[in-house]
């Protein structure tokens, strides 16, 4: 195993992600942002938050697997939403929600930090995920 996910005693719980990730291989995995677009570049989920952090997952997971990757080999996931609030929260765990099983996505999920911005570079995109694996 090249990816070791743990959240030592004494930190901050209940959380839905561990605090730490330990990679032990030599071989790193680096998906830029990904966001609710399909292969031909169509939007999808326009204006839906849950929709599009799904997208946005199914995207990374298509990078990760070009590179012999799954989300089990992430040490990393950066996540930035538009106008985040906390009462979006709810609609934003929705969409990982929605793909963990079909992506594998490991429970409780890697490190991952979800950062507020004022927007992105295209009006209706409401999210971007950014992934970094550890392969052996």
């Keep these: 195993m090249t990816v070791q996910l743990n959240t030592p005693e004494g930190m901050f719980q209940p959380v839905p ?13 680096h998906v830029a942002g990904q966001i609710a677009r399909d292969a031909e570049a169509n939007h999808i989920a326009t204006g839906d938050l849950t929709g599009q952090v799904a997208q946005a ?6 990078g990760l697997a070009g590179a012999g990757a799954g989300f089990s080999d992430v040490v990393r996931l ?6 985040w609030s ?11 929600e929605r793909v963990v099983d079909e992506l594998g996505i490991p429970q409780p999920l890697p490190p991952l930090s979800l ?7 295209e009006p209706d995109v409401l999210v971007e995920v950014e992934a970094i694996a550890v392969l052996d």
């Design 86 to 96: 906390p009462e979006k929260m709810e609609d934003f765990m929705a969409g990982i």
């Design 115 to 121: 950062i507020g911005i004022d927007y992105l570079f």
């Design 78 to 83: 950066r996540f930035f939403a538009v106008r």
């Design 17 to 29: 992600y561990h605090h730490v990730s330990i990679g032990t291989g030599t071989r790193q995995v």
């Design 57 to 62: 997952l199914r995207n990374t997971a298509r």
